[in-house]
């Protein structure tokens, strides 16, 4: 078995924004050399999330703005009194850091409309995503 690494960076402009990353990571899995196991999309920071869903941009849209309804902003929350971004670890909570993709000769293992999306959750940020290649 091989394990490769490689890292996607993405700079955000918004406090809450969702970036269609799956070119990158893809560009990772190529430049790996590997073609068939698995490979893991990780974000190390605790107010981002790392998801996969259909890249359809009312769908992202809806999506953004229930993250926003569901844990909104500024109703104090105990950790605001640090650094006022308890509502970016909540949504970060419960989205998660990181996704797991099959794949098969060099290609991930997506659905027909699926893509890997970065979820800034407390931007405007340069962030580094850990993309882990195994297989054979």
């Known amino acids: 078995m091989v394990l490769k690494r ?9 406090r809450v924004e969702i970036q ?15 073609k068939d196991g698995l490979l893991n999309i990780y974000s190390r920071h605790s107010t981002s ?7 359809e941009t009312g769908l ?7 993250l926003q309804k569901l ?3 500024g109703v104090g929350y105990q950790h ?8 970016s670890h909540i949504r970060g909570f419960l989205l998660g850091g990181s996704q797991t993709i099959p794949f098969e000769n060099g290609r991930m293992m997506l ?7 970065f979820v800034e959750l407390d931007g405007p ?5 850990t993309v882990t290649v195994m297989g054979d």
């Open 6 to 14: 490689g890292t996607v960076e993405v700079n955000t402009s918004q």
């Open 20 to 34: 269609d990353i799956t070119p990158e990571v893809d560009a990772v899995l190529k430049t790996s050399g590997v």
């Open 49 to 55: 999330a790392v998801v996969i869903n259909e890249n």
């Open 60 to 66: 992202v849209n809806d999506f953004q703005l229930a």
């Open 71 to 73: 844990v909104p902003e």
């Open 80 to 87: 605001d009194g640090i650094d006022n971004n308890a509502d």
């Open 111 to 117: 659905g027909t409309w699926q893509s890997i999306f």
């Open 125 to 129: 940020r340069q962030r580094k995503l």
